[in-house]
Nanobody
Framework: QVQLVESGGGLVQAGGSLRLSCAAS????????MGWYRQAPGKQRELVAA???????NYADSVKGRFTISRDNAKNTVHLPMNSLKPEDTAVYYC????????????????WGQGTQVTVSS
């Protein structure tokens, strides 16, 4: 079984910074893409940022230049420093691991963390 554990959410004033981290554990052989999604009340879950095992990144337009995703393939961790936060960044942030290969299972699978709340006050 694979688990994703997130940390780093909280309450911050507009213009402030937070750093989200996520660690994947279990009988993991490799992870294709790790990323962060967010869901605000009444809205659909959306991609914030993602990074492949080769280091290719993808960002939502709304966070470009403010958020920077990074990962450690050896540790199966992904980090998201978030700067210049805005009230519209308020949401529950979910870590995602896509294309996960685990021991003794022939297919890849996707996993989600439990979510961490980020609240930005104006």
């Amino acid at each position: 079984q694979v688990q994703l554990v997130e940390s780093g959410g909280g309450l911050v004033q507009a213009g402030g910074s937070l750093r989200l981290s996520c660690a994947a554990s279990g009988s993991i052989i490799s992870i294709n893409t790790m990323g962060w999604y967010r869901q605000a009340p009444g809205k659909q879950r959306e991609l914030v940022a993602a990074i492949t095992s080769g280091g290719s990144t993808n960002y939502a337009d709304s966070v470009k230049g403010r958020f920077t995703i990074s990962r450690d393939n050896a540790k199966n961790t992904v980090h998201l420093p978030m700067n210049s936060l805005k009230p519209e960044d308020t949401a529950v942030y979910y870590c995602n691991a896509d294309g996960v290969k685990v021991l003794f299972r022939p297919l890849t699978h996707d996993y989600w963390g439990q979510g961490t709340q980020v609240t930005v006050s104006s």
